[in-house]
DNA sequence: AGGTTCTCTTAAACCGGTTCAGGTGAGCGT
DNA sequence: ACGCTCACCTGAACCGGTTTAAGAGAACCT
């Protein structure tokens, strides 16, 4: 009595035709006639055929669904606006072409390769989303064994066919910097994320240059792993030395509220006594006090392209690498001159 | 010349049986001589077979997924800490299963309906997770329609056979009120979420009700949709009042550090002149001056009995609403007695 | 008229599992 | 020695698509 969902087979008795012909007219074959092939399309509609993305999977060896595994603390990503705005981005690729998103969450880089396997032996994936791109990643070995399509997001430093998806993030620091010499600072500090990690390292190298290219020192750079405690840590040891900086460019933008935190709490008023700067533009930035002054990514972009480069690269289409539009710095309030 | 996975086929030529036989061996189904069984599993792992996914779905018609739609403007979702630790959780249930999660993160309600329904269709996942209740909830029906098996967040407002998996707001809630009375507090204000949502109207309620049972009154709560920019506008009003509030009680954490920033634009000091409490215990909070006290939900816990429940159900067994821990506060700085 | 070519169409195999009706043979009772 | 039961096993159908080899006609050529 449930009402079954009708099969090719279905459309192909009520048109007077074959499974094959019925298949052929369904995906724009050539070798129907144009009769043919308009009575299939209406029979087909009348019955409200929806191909079996089950049985298709099976015949054509696809899946449909592409895949993102991020391996980072909960506590991390948490406090991270980068990754909601990536997937509404790469959903709206995806949506229209009929495609989803398997996400995987895991805690640490171990789970992370079991991850993969597993996407890609069970074959729920047909390419994957790289992020959080590491030096010489291991990854790369990886998607070659078992045999994945790949996008990465930002260019990776070693050798490989995968392409990628940059968003210039060098320029947003060297944006910061300026701004922050042309108040007059002159003891600027960096609070980048983990080495390990090549967008990190990338910022962290940018801030040297920028630095470099007004014949300032580099000497203020503290590595952290990215979460707000250890933004804070950071601060702290900044904040402690004799010839304490005067202004802190932050790698994302949790570590520079705590950051914020950890200056007010010493008495220190924000940016008076210390300008800051964050990176990534959360919403709740803007409404602290003072408001941060940050450098903007449009994640929801990248992720959409992303998204789109990688089933280009499954449907074996040319692709080039991308880059988009660089980060920029939104002025709010919490950079000011230094104190005489 | 690619080494091919082994099937099925392969394993019952291998082991002189037949395919069905092969298949009762490695489903554990009786009817399969202790002989052959062994022989059987011997061949399978010599071979290295794995069942594949797409044949097991095409024909036992499931999808062996899950999925979950979340239908928040990514602004929002960026800023609370819930979906992340959420779906960590999931992940934690689904792994060991081997089985999945397909996210679908759309902008608003329209869009949402759309994206269960091509879930379901295209038979992508067995049953889906569904957070955010609403009130009188089309989602039910829509479920129903699909045939969608589905477990809630919270117990929905209307009458369902679909079982709820529930964290006690409610107390969390009281204990945060209750700490604000003990203070010397006597004007508290709400900042509450969308009255649409079950959990907001929840929140809400149980502000009302732990006001009430102090003898005083609830003529405080603002209703907001969420995000930080309306969590400051809700402070604004707040604290325009002539009668203002000495405390204020947030539904969410970001709309907390918002308040709290626009409390120390007007020259109020936090908390002295104003205290403040936040929901869903962000790492942020914990780092911003003064600490933020905020309600915790274990978000990772919620996620993975979620996911297990939602198994449970799809496996037809028989399973019971479940209540989890209640969420606590959690004491940091942020509140203080009222200022004489 | 016969052969070639071309377009349209069909039937059947295939993807890799699950399931079910029926067959085989050993063991049992009498 | 005969029938019965039962455990074990096979062969084939099935899930719903895609793909390919081969066939049927029509058209075109000489």
Redesign the interface.
């Known amino acids: 009595m449930t009402k079954q969902r009708p099969t090719i087979a279905d459309v192909a008795r009520e048109a007077g035709v074959s499974k094959g012909l019925v298949s052929f007219a369904l995906n724009d074959r050539p070798g129907v006639s144009a009769a043919s092939r308009a009575r299939i399309l209406k029979v087909a509609s009348e019955l409200g055929w929806?191909p079996?993305?089950?049985?298709r999977?099976?015949s054509t060896?696809r899946?449909f669904?592409l895949g993102l595994v991020i391996a980072r603390d909960?506590?991390?990503?948490?406090?991270d606006?980068?990754?909601?705005?990536f997937?509404?981005g790469i959903?709206k690729a995806l949506?229209p072409a009929?495609q989803?998103?398997?996400?995987?969450?895991?805690?640490d880089e171990a789970a992370e390769a079991a991850?993969y396997r597993?996407?890609a032996?069970?074959?729920?994936v047909d390419g994957v989303i790289i992020t959080d791109l590491r030096r010489e990643d291991e990854r790369f070995a990886l998607i070659a064994e078992l045999g994945l399509a790949a996008v990465t997001l930002g260019r990776p430093d070693i050798d490989t066919l995968v392409p990628s998806i940059s968003l210039d993030d060098a320029s947003g620091i060297h944006a910061a910097v300026n701004h922050l010499v042309e108040l007059g600072h002159r003891r600027i500090a960096h609070v980048a994320g983990p080495y390990r990690m090549l967008h990190a390292r990338r910022r962290s190298a940018s801030f040297s240059d920028a630095l470099a290219h007004h014949g300032l020192p580099d000497d203020l750079v503290v590595e952290t792993d990215f979460?707000?405690?250890d933004?804070?840590r950071a601060t702290r040891e900044l904040l402690g030395l004799s010839d304490r900086p005067t202004a802190i460019v932050y790698a994302n933008d949790?570590m520079a509220?705590?950051g914020?935190?950890?200056a007010?709490?010493r008495g220190l008023t924000v940016p008076r006594d210390l300008s800051i700067t964050g990176f990534d533009g959360?919403?709740?930035g803007?409404?602290?006090?003072p408001?941060l002054t940050t450098v903007t990514t449009n994640a929801?972009e990248w992720g959409q392209r992303a998204a789109e480069l990688l089933l280009r690269v499954i449907a074996r289409e040319d692709v080039a690498d991308i880059d988009l539009a660089p980060a920029s710095l939104l002025l709010r309030e919490s950079t000011a001159p230094p104190q005489a």
């Open positions: 929806r079996s993305l089950r049985a999977s099976l060896d899946a669904a909960p506590e991390i990503i948490s406090a606006p980068f990754f909601p705005a997937i509404a959903e949506a009929g989803v998103l398997v996400l995987s969450m895991v805690p991850s597993q996407l032996e069970s074959g729920r979460t707000a405690s933004g804070a949790p509220i705590a914020m935190g950890v007010q709490r959360s919403e709740v803007a409404f602290i006090h408001a929801g």
